[in-house]
């Protein structure tokens, strides 16, 4: 079993900067690859970023390549999520999700391979 504890949310203004984190307590957290999805109001839960269990991969939607930057730190059991560059449209709550199977960028945006998932942090955008 995995725990997730999103943080780091919040209000603000449209080219600014957040830093989400995301700590994990349980089982070895180095075991899991971990992905941060969102789901805006009426929307579907869609994937954002993910990266592998050492570290060293990472895949990122279109949408927030280049303006989003995911790491981790296993000693820390944390993943963060640096979001600058922030736009109205990021405007949703944002989940991280473990994920235990082997990489692979196309499986990575599947909802269904996640075994975890946290409660979520809101991050609001204002133009």
């Known amino acids: 079993q995995v725990q997730l504890v999103e943080s780091g949310g919040g209000l603000v203004q449209a080219g600014g900067s957040l830093r989400l984190s995301c700590a994990a307590s349980?089982?070895?957290?180095?075991?899991?690859?971990m992905g941060w999805f969102r789901q805006a109001p009426g929307k579907e839960r869609e994937f954002v970023v993910a990266?592998?269990?050492?570290?060293?991969?990472?895949y990122y939607a279109d949408s927030v390549k280049g303006r989003f930057t995911i790491s981790r730190d296993n000693a820390k059991n944390t993943v963060y999520l640096q979001m600058n560059s922030l736009k109205p449209e990021d405007t949703a709550v944002y989940y991280c999700?473990?994920?235990?199977?082997?990489?692979?960028?196309?499986?990575?945006?599947?909802?269904?391979?996640?075994?975890?998932w946290g409660q979520g942090t809101q991050v609001t955008v204002s133009s």
């Open positions: 990266i592998s269990r050492s570290g060293r991969s990472t």
């Open positions: 999700a473990a994920d235990p199977r082997v990489w692979n960028t196309v499986r990575l945006m599947d909802i269904s391979g996640y075994d975890y």
């Open positions: 349980g089982r070895t957290f180095s075991t899991y690859n």
